[in-house]
């Protein structure tokens, strides 16, 4: 195991000069650059340049690539230019706004999934099986801003029991009871909204893996051994389900950090996915660059945690 994981650590290091390169690649491509979307008519292309040679954008693509690749091997991801401070500290300021409300809806969407997906292959072709298929299909079908406006209208204009959107209300005393509970409302709805669009795979998944395992051999032997259904379905069949699930786990952890772009801008939750959609349009090549490569990082470690977790639930895997 440990030769294993070493192994894979090591395969790591072209892979992400990989992505390294193409990612640049890519940047590079995109017209424009910070100077021209920022749109300022007053300044004159004597200034722009040299706001350029300040920024380094004036040089050719392959020597920014190389400098910019040297400071990241140094942890130097490099300074906003939207933000003027660093990247690490402009990412530290944003990125647990947004695993807050990634963290409870992983929570709930597994908590959905696995009960849904179970009773659903238990009750297979039944009225809840029907319904609950409906509800995830509706889910995943419609688009994730549309949802959000949807229970903004419902819970926030209409009802007008949770808050528009933001993460506090102003005027809050910071570490106080009422500011915890404050925070809880801001983040109901993306938190909501977020659980809505990820349990549907997820429910159908579980449904799959529990709809092969109580028609293996052993699932009819325990039944004939008298066992309770309660016990046959939630102690043999539910365990045995869920270790091909045990790897999706791997494949959460970017998603906890990475933010969600377009339910941040919806909510005016202060996330980083929001933060990540800006600099895109700023042309903001540091911070698009150094979280690009944080986001590539957590997914390549997320891939190694999969198989890790894979080989350690199911002794009939051997990693080589």
């Known amino acids: 195991m440990k030769q294993y994981i070493i192994r894979r ?6 892979t992400l000069i990989g992505i390294s390169i193409i990612v640049f690649a890519i940047s590079a491509m995109v017209p424009g650059d910070y100077i021209t979307a920022k749109q300022n008519p007053n300044m004159t292309a004597e200034k722009a340049q040299q706001l350029r040679h300040i920024y380094g954008l004036d040089k050719p693509e392959y020597q920014r690539y190389f400098i910019w690749a040297g400071n990241m091997l140094k942890g130097n991801m490099g300074d906003s230019l939207q933000h003027k401070q660093p990247v690490t500290k402009v990412i530290g300021n944003y990125v647990w706004n947004s695993f807050i409300i990634a963290f409870f809806s992983l929570i709930f969407s ?5 009960i849904a997906g179970v009773f659903s292959a238990k009750f297979q072709y039944s009225l809840f099986d029907k319904f609950v298929t409906l509800f995830i299909f509706l889910c995943m079908s419609l688009p994730s801003f549309f949802i959000g406006l949807l229970v903004i209208k419902i819970f926030a204009l209409e009802w007008g029991i949770l808050p528009v959107g933001g993460m506090t209300t102003a005027g809050m005393e910071p570490g106080s009871w009422a500011y915890m509970v404050d925070i809880l409302k801001h983040m109901f709805l993306p938190t909501l909204v977020l659980t809505m669009l990820s349990t549907g795979s997820l429910t159908r998944y579980f449904r799959t893996g529990m709809l ?4 293996q051999d052993y699932i009819r032997t325990a039944r004939a051994k008298g066992l309770k259904e309660r016990t046959v379905i939630f102690k043999h069949a539910l365990r045995n389900a869920l ?15 990475g933010g969600a772009m377009i339910l941040e801008k919806v909510f005016v939750w202060p996330g980083v996915g ?6 895109i349009s700023m042309r903001d090549y540091p911070f698009m660059l150094g979280f690009t490569i944080f986001l590539a990082v957590l997914t390549l470690i997320g891939n190694l945690l999969s198989d890790v977790l894979y080989g350690m639930a199911d002794p009939r895997i051997r990693l080589k």
Not at 212 to 215: D, K, M
Not at 274 to 279: A, I, T
Request: hydrophobic fraction near 65%; avoid cysteine; aromatic fraction near 12%.
């Open 9 to 14: 650590l090591l395969q790591l290091i072209p």
């Open 110 to 114: 597994w908590l959905i999934a696995i």
């Open 212 to 215: 092969e395992v109580i028609r």
């Open 243 to 257: 270790i091909p699930a045990i790897t999706l786990l791997g494949f959460e952890l970017p998603a906890l950090f």
């Open 274 to 279: 929001q933060v990540y959609l800006e600099s």
